[in-house]
């Protein structure tokens, strides 16, 4: 695949769109820097493509990405391009590309689903949300044995770790490897099965007939993308862009089995908000979760703003925090998460990385009602310490 990407994912999230790319069958192109805003216009405007790829996450991306926002995310979707969301990260333990899974085929599944939690971030900050399709793309390798136990083990990682996150699982591989490596096992009960395959096979022909690649009973109700041409310069509206040509048919109509996905949001407005008469109230910052958001001095004493829920579970969650930054806010705000070991303290710094969802890490949280993550004022930093928002999410 000829386009790649290498910068984080921005800042400051928007609304979140429908999801991506949903129910669509047409003409798609992807290619390595997500085109300015112009560009688009022109191409959407003469072009015959309506879907777009765009490299959101993975270690393996090495263009940078200054046009990929949230607004530009929420920009293309309103004008009525799909989106079609890639991870380019961990590449096949016997190809040349790096970084490499492990050969490991039990390791190799554990980090398709540290991978599948990275891609959820990165589309979460875009704004693409649940009932998307997220596709991984694994390079060209010279397939065995042994190399396809790894490759077929990390995709199953990776697709049941989207599948509890509420998302899709895709593949983007070549045809005569990675392709024809899931559709050999599409059977196989050792390995979970993928939502949809993204075929690399430059025929040159827009449809999605997998060739002797893949059978045409396997991935056959709308869950096929093909990339059928690659490496060309086309130009529509006068703007030149290098791209891959896509045909697609997929459906996301069905959605990810049912796993044990959970989550829940907590404002500072919600039920489960607790804090102190020191805590004040304002709306200062465009940057807040919901109409206000709550501040207090910092104080060397226990005054903690609680967020209370109820987990359905004993379990692992995913704690993500909301907060607007300011350069008055505390450099050193002090997270508390109340796991089953006892409370653990994150330290952020409020005053960046603002207007959005920031992981504080993976915890295991006690079952049922009661208090799950407070925001502290006991605090070395200086600047008020503010509490807007929070985001459990079972895995």
Known sequence: MTAVASLAVPEVAVAAVAPQPGTFVGRGFDTCTAPAQSAMNAWRASSPYRAVGIYISGASRSCAQPNLTATWVSNQVANGWRLIPIELGYQAPCGTRTPKMSANPATARTQGGTA???????????????????????????????????????????????????????????????????????????????????IAWWNGVADTDGGSYCADDRYADHQR??????????????????????????????????????????????????????????????????????????????????????????DTYAVDVWYPADAGYNNQAPYIVATTTGNQSVVVNQRSGGGQWVPLGVFTLPAGAGNKVGVSRWTSGTGYVIADAVRLTRL
């Open 116 to 198: 599948a939690d990275s891609a959820v971030s990165a589309a979460q900050a875009l704004g693409i949300g649940a009932g998307s399709t997220i596709y991984n793309d694994v390079e060209h390798y010279p397939s065995n044995a042994s190399c396809k136990a790894a490759v077929l083990s990390f995709l199953s990682g990776w697709t049941e770790r989207l599948h509890t996150r509420g998302y899709l699982a895709g593949v983007y591989s070549s045809g005569s490897s990675g392709i024809k490596d899931v559709c050999d096992a599409y059977d196989d009960p050792a390995y979970t099965r993928l939502d949809q395959i993204w």
């Open 225 to 314: 993308l093909h990339q059928y041409a690659g490496e060309v310069t086309e130009t529509w509206g006068g703007v030149t862009i290098r791209i891959d040509r896509n045909y697609l048919d997929v459906s996301n109509a069905a959605g990810p089995p049912p796993g044990q996905e959970w989550s829940v949001t907590l404002d500072n407005s919600s039920a489960g908000f607790a804090a102190g008469a020191n805590w004040g109230t304002s709306a200062f910052s465009a940057q807040r979760f919901g109409a206000d958001y709550r501040f207090a001095n910092p104080v060397s004493a226990s005054d903690v703003a609680w967020y209370a829920a109820t987990t359905p579970a004993t």
